[in-house]
């Protein structure tokens, strides 16, 4: 059984920073992408930043220049460093990974959400 377990989220002041990690646990034999999503209230989950297992990023627009997406391959751990908050960025946020289990079967897996809250 895989799990992803998220922690970091919090309530920061506009202008703030957080740090999320993710850590992935289980039969695992490889992971492909790993991805934050987020979903503010009422609204749909949207892609926030993904990662390759080779380091390639790809971040939403509105997220670029103030979130970076990180992994460590040998922890299994996926990391969303978040600077110049702002009230929108407001949502759960959720990890996500494609990986193969052993024995091999890819699948998608999701964390349980965490609350990013910036308020003042």
């Known amino acids: 059984q895989v799990q992803l377990v998220e922690s970091g989220g919090g309530l920061v002041q506009p202008g703030g920073s957080l740090r999320l990690s993710c850590a992935a646990s289980g039969r695992i034999f490889s992971i492909n992408t790993m991805a934050w999503y987020r979903q503010a209230r009422g609204k749909q989950r949207d892609l926030v930043a993904d990662i390759t297992s080779g380091g390639r990023t790809n971040y939403a627009d509105s997220v670029k220049g103030r979130f970076t997406i990180s992994r460590d391959n040998a922890k299994n751990t996926v990391y969303l460093q978040m600077n110049s908050l702002r009230p929108e960025d407001t949502a759960v946020y959720y990890c996500?990974?494609?990986?193969?289990?052993?024995?091999?079967?890819?699948?998608?897996?999701w964390g349980q959400g965490t609350q990013v809250t910036v308020s003042s």
């Open positions: 996500n990974a494609d990986l193969m289990t052993s024995p091999p079967i890819m699948n998608t897996y």
